[in-house]
């Protein structure tokens, strides 16, 4: 065989690889757009193999906005892939010493400047932060701690466009996996009213799907009462914190449509747990449809 014909056809096989490849790689899901959904680690099990690299690949393929609750060390990874930190983790403040703790204000004011800064720096949108549990601290006397110390943060957000979110958990129930035992913010009504308190468009309620069903039900009335008070949902199923499937009591679906035609333009993260035997991936991509509205 002569040398330029050997050449043409190692070419034309080379091309017929790269061809086979992309066939077997599909493009990037697309989106309708209406619904920005992100993802959390959890969503590929407890005892996935994969890297964050590779939990950020599959998220990118599957049409995913980013992920929340991921730290500065992960942020370049996020971008390689063009995603983005959809809610920064919390700083200064833990699920069980939240805002409502007076002594630690100076710490946890100290903590939210610093990460406003570092989310503004990097085009991020959303810090979450927690009231805390009460251990004997009353309602109202909480509604005015937290408000008293977001007072003093509130301008800093608002020049550096970040939103500082504050999350309603259920309690109800006590196992850390499924609840927040002696949780402040276990009602709307009270993040709502700390909301109104401090008087600021970048201090606003995470409202998650999955506790407010078990705590109020009646998801998407709140959802549409509580509406100019929310900036981020987060989802997951009830019973058992599951895929958002025929096997939970919301419809899912109806949900996303009550967000999408209310004119969100913020994020839903997926919270939930895969179910043993199910495969991670796969239910990921079930569920980003279920909420494509």
Not at 28 to 43: E, S, T, Y
Not at 79 to 85: H, P, Q
Not at 222 to 245: Q, T, W
Request: with cysteine; proline share 5%; aromatic share 8%.
């Amino acid at each position: 065989m002569r040398r330029r014909d050997f050449l043409a056809t190692v070419a034309a096989a080379g091309l017929a690889a790269a061809g086979a490849r992309a066939q077997q790689t599909p493009p990037p899901a697309r989106r309708k757009g209406r619904i920005k959904q992100a993802l959390m680690r959890v969503n590929f099990g407890r005892d996935t193999k994969l890297s964050f690299d590779d939990m950020c690949r599959e998220a990118a393929r599957l049409g995913a906005s980013g992920f929340d609750l991921v730290g500065p060390a992960d942020w370049p990874t996020l971008k390689k892939y063009g995603l983005v930190c959809t809610m920064a983790p919390a700083m200064g403040v833990t699920i069980r010493d939240g805002l409502i703790r007076p002594e630690l204000h100076d710490a946890i004011e100290k903590a939210m400047h610093e990460e406003i800064d570092l989310c503004a720096a990097n085009g991020w949108p959303n810090i979450i932060t927690v009231g805390g549990e009460r251990r004997g601290i009353g309602y109202e006397e909480g509604k005015d701690r937290s408000a008293a110390l977001l007072r003093r943060v509130k301008a800093h957000a608002e020049d550096k466009g970040v939103t500082i979110c504050i999350e309603v958990v259920n309690s109800k129930y006590l196992d850390p996996e499924f609840g927040r035992a002696d949780a402040i913010f276990d009602r709307l009504e009270w993040g709502a009213d700390v909301c109104r308190r401090v008087d600021s468009p970048r201090v606003k309620i995470l409202f998650d799907i999955y506790h407010v069903q078990i705590m109020e039900g009646d998801v998407c009335a709140n959802i549409r009462k509580y509406f100019p008070l929310l900036a981020h949902f987060h989802a997951a199923g009830v019973p058992g914190r599951h895929e958002l499937d025929e096997t939970q009591e919301l419809n899912w679906r109806f949900v996303a449509q009550t967000i999408a035609e209310l004119g969100f333009t913020g994020y839903i993260a997926h919270e939930y747990r895969p179910s043993p035997g199910r495969d991670p991936i796969d239910s990921l991509r079930r569920c980003l449809d279920i909420l494509d509205a």
